[in-house]
């Protein structure tokens, strides 16, 4: 699915990441003041730029350059043995082509079953630190307070930051999943363990 990111209306503050980040390429300061000032069409006139589309993509590029590289490398070493070995064509491809699909097998699901257990961790993890901001919120400020102070915030500084992100018991949990277990809170709905799985397996062959 395409997501138009230039040239559309958006809600109140929100910036056109798209000509944010062209801008940004071109070293354009105009532009990039009217990108966040929400002006796509003057920021897209600034920087010569057209409408641009962005494909959903980047949620598994870790897997295809993991799954593509290792399906390169195993499926050479196997041929470059098998030949090395003395073995007649055929064989080499019979052993090389049987060797491709079973590790693409293997690396699809292992990637289906390992990013699934990830995302149950965190859940765990985020449901933990919701009930631990629920039942002892003075606890779990103060152990944030100490993360930013730690980082070089006065103690001032960090109490009034913390403060006011715990009026936002959702946000602030998924801050604390980062900053104090250095974990990525789950996205919202069910993650297709399955595609995630199939597009290894596509990248591996």
Not at 163 to 186: C, K, T, W
């Amino acid at each position: 699915k395409h997501i138009i990111l230039s040239r559309r209306l958006r809600p109140s503050g929100m910036r056109d990441l798209a000509a944010a980040r062209r801008a940004s390429e071109t070293r354009n300061v105009e532009a990039s003041r009217a990108a966040h000032n929400i002006q796509p069409d003057l920021a897209a006139d600034l920087i010569g730029g057209a409408e641009e589309t962005h494909k959903k993509g980047g949620d598994h590029i870790k897997t295809i350059i993991f799954g593509g590289l290792d399906g390169i490398i195993t499926t050479f070493a196997v041929v470059a043995g098998a030949g090395g070995g003395g073995l007649d064509v055929s064989t080499v491809l019979i052993v090389g082509f049987s060797s491709l699909v079973a590790d693409a097998l293997s690396m699809g699901v292992g990637d289906a079953l390992s990013s699934k257990a990830e995302r149950e961790v965190a859940l765990r993890e985020r449901e933990r630190e919701k009930w631990e901001f629920e039942n002892y919120p003075e606890g779990e400020i103060k152990e944030m307070v100490e993360i930013y102070t730690g980082r070089g915030l006065s103690h001032e500084d960090a109490e009034s930051v913390v403060n006011i992100m715990a009026r936002y018991p959702a946000f602030f949990v998924d801050v604390m999943m980062h900053d104090e277990l250095g974990m990525q809170s789950p996205e919202g709905g069910q993650y297709d363990h399955f595609k995630s799985g199939v597009i290894c397996f596509a990248a591996f062959l």
